[in-house]
């Protein structure tokens, strides 16, 4: 099981660090250095995560203005950047009201289990080969049962407000995101079965940096895969076409209706967040991931060629990679805004038929369809078939 | 250290979540605590390097279960005066004296009994450092489509069988 610490752990003034502690403090102190060490990583991927969460709201903001023709927030900072900010400051001071009929304990802490899940899942996002929390053998059935605890928070936090609004919210949740995540599930699995791994870094590591080695263009069935799995992805995470469970003109603002200040933004924040947990889930798996083309991003080629120090040339591919995952998922996470505002919402029993006629088959016979091609054609992407097709017809020459 | 944090962490969090299901007089706060209890169970998993049954508990019973619980109580509707007309109590909390006094005493037996089965391995037994922990994921799959096949398609055909009933039961009839 290989962490962030253990990328870490490899330079020279780690080494340095817990001997000097091990000397001060007369015990070995290799794993309270690697607890810091941990600690600081999951305070500042935490933190970059929410800042991307905040300027989620910004960005469709933005995006939605550009898609209409209007200005969008352009007030707060340079071209309006510092708007969540504001708004952030704004949700803080607001009075928090909680309605007198209301379940106080379950709604109190239903905005906390929404952020919970969504947080939980940040520990196996691959955001590079190194800087991801902790590469688990079993991270994508970790990532599928803690983010099952968000449908939980959205349910409960509908049940609790005790209004018909948010409680037709909530259901309407419940019951659309356990519905979908099986066409997700399956969708995964016809990864997984490529891959032959439940790790992200094992599935990472089986694509390549250039669009023809990605699992997306492995076999037609994975085409298919990925975007049954981006559609049930905008489905779990409640976006438009979608949002039912928020549906504005039929529920006011479904689930979260009764819910004010700063309870109200850790289910838009979680939302938000979830949203980028999940294109970055999809870049990960199908997409190519932090992969970077020419293996740029294990910097052997700049110690190599440039005569860079080791460690300073594996640093700088690990910021090519993560610029190579945070490109794609934030590439993924712009389409899914230009989609909310382009496609009007389906109706409920619209969204199970699509879920369970459509989806779920779909996906069920992806599934089989990847094992036989895995086995039909040796586990080769068809590129490959193509390239040696090509190699067997130049030999008869 | 870090293993014995992690214990005492999901075994308070199990225990915790236990205890308070069965004290919590409303049946959704129930469910809640329950949650609480099952990711205790997960970290226990974890702890005993079982990390593929550790992520399937998570994904069956806190992702399944708890939510299809919610959802069942939440359509059977609920009732906001816990006495009825007579002031007797409605739905009586689960931890009242007689069901704690009940279930020490099984809780003793059942323990007795567990110990006198295992009291060979403990007294043999060598306190030892747990073995380097290792990947259990092939392990499982390797055993279920070898050793284990039979068992593991009866639960299949169990569970399309339980599918096609819900589905056949749900069903609106025509006439």
């Known amino acids: ?397 | 250290m870090f293993g014995s944090t992690l214990f005492i962490i999901s075994a308070l969090l199990t225990l915790g979540g236990a205890f308070m299901v069965v004290a919590s007089k409303n049946l959704v706060h129930a469910c809640v605590f329950l949650l609480a209890s099952l990711f205790g169970v997960a970290g226990l998993y974890a702890t005993l390097g079982a990390d593929f049954l550790a992520a399937i508990q998570l994904v069956v019973y806190a992702g399944g279960v708890v939510i299809l619980m919610l959802f069942a109580i939440m359509l059977t509707g609920g009732s906001q005066d816990l006495s009825n007309k007579y002031g007797l109590n409605k739905i009586p909390g689960m931890g009242s004296v007689r069901t704690y006094i009940a279930g020490g005493l099984s809780a003793l037996v059942i323990s007795l009994v567990v110990l006198k089965i295992l009291a060979n391995v403990i007294k043999s037994a060598q306190v030892g450092e747990l073995p380097e922990f290792t990947t259990t994921v092939e392990k499982i799959g390797t055993m279920l489509l070898t050793d284990h096949i039979l068992a593991f398609e009866i639960s299949s055909i169990l569970l399309l069988g339980a599918l096609i009933g819900a589905a056949v039961i749900s069903r609106p009839r025509k006439g």
């Not at chain 1, 660090?17 to 102190?29: H, P, Q």
């Not at chain 1, 902790?134 to 409960?156: C, D, H, P």
């Not at chain 1, 079965?193 to 080695?213: C, D, N, R, Y």
């Not at chain 1, 779990?236 to 933004?265: C, I, Q």
Request: charge should be neutral; aromatic fraction near 14%; include cysteine.
């Open chain 1, 1 to 397: 099981m290989n962490s962030v610490v253990s990328y870490f752990s490899q330079t020279e003034g780690y080494q340095a660090i817990v001997k000097t502690l091990s000397e001060l403090l007369g015990f070995d102190a290799t794993s309270l250095v690697a607890f810091i060490v941990f600690g600081a990583v999951v305070t500042i991927v935490v933190t970059v995560l929410a800042t991307i969460g905040g300027l989620g709201t910004y960005a469709e903001r933005k995006i939605s203005a550009d898609l209409q023709m209007r200005q969008g927030p352009n007030r707060v900072g340079p071209f309006g950047i510092l708007q969540f900010l504001a708004d952030g400051v704004k949700m803080i001071l607001k009075e928090d009201i909680v309605p007198r009929q209301a379940d106080r304990f379950l709604f109190n802490i239903s905005p906390l289990l929404c952020l919970l899940g969504v947080f939980a899942s940040l520990a196996v996002v691959p955001f590079s080969s190194g800087f991801t929390l902790v590469n688990l053998n079993v991270g994508i059935i970790y990532l599928l049962g803690v983010a099952s605890i968000v449908g939980i928070g959205i349910f409960l936090g509908g049940y609790s407000s005790n209004s018909k609004w948010s409680m037709l919210g909530g259901m309407r949740g419940a019951s659309q995101i356990i519905s979908y995540e099986i066409p997700v599930t399956l969708s995964i699995l016809a990864a997984v079965v490529i891959v032959g791994g439940l790790s992200f870094g094992a599935a990472t590591e089986a694509q390549g940096g250039l669009p023809h080695q990605w699992l997306i263009f492995h076999n037609p069935f994975t085409f298919i895969a990925f975007f049954v799995l981006f559609i049930g992805s905008l489905a779990e995470a409640n976006r438009a076409p979608f949002d039912l469970p928020e549906a504005e003109s039929e529920l006011v603002s479904g689930y979260h209706t009764e819910f004010t200040g700063m309870k109200f933004a850790f289910f838009a924040l979680a939302e938000y967040i979830e949203v980028f947990v999940l294109c970055g889930v999809a870049s990960a798996l199908f997409l190519g991931g932090y992969k970077v083309p020419f293996d740029l991003g294990t910097g052997a080629i700049f110690s190599e060629k440039l005569g860079l120090h080791p460690m300073l040339a594996k640093n700088i591919g690990q910021l090519l990679q993560l610029g190579a995952f945070f490109t794609k998922a934030l590439l993924l996470y712009y389409v899914v805004i230009w989609i909310r505002w382009t496609l009007p919402r389906l109706r409920v029993d619209h969204l199970m038929v699509l879920c369970w006629k459509y989806l779920t088959p779909i996906a069920l016979f992806n599934l089989v369809g990847v094992a036989v091609w895995m086995y039909a054609f040796d586990g080769q992407s068809f590129f490959a078939l193509i390239a040696k097709m090509g190699a067997a017809a130049g030999g008869h020459h």
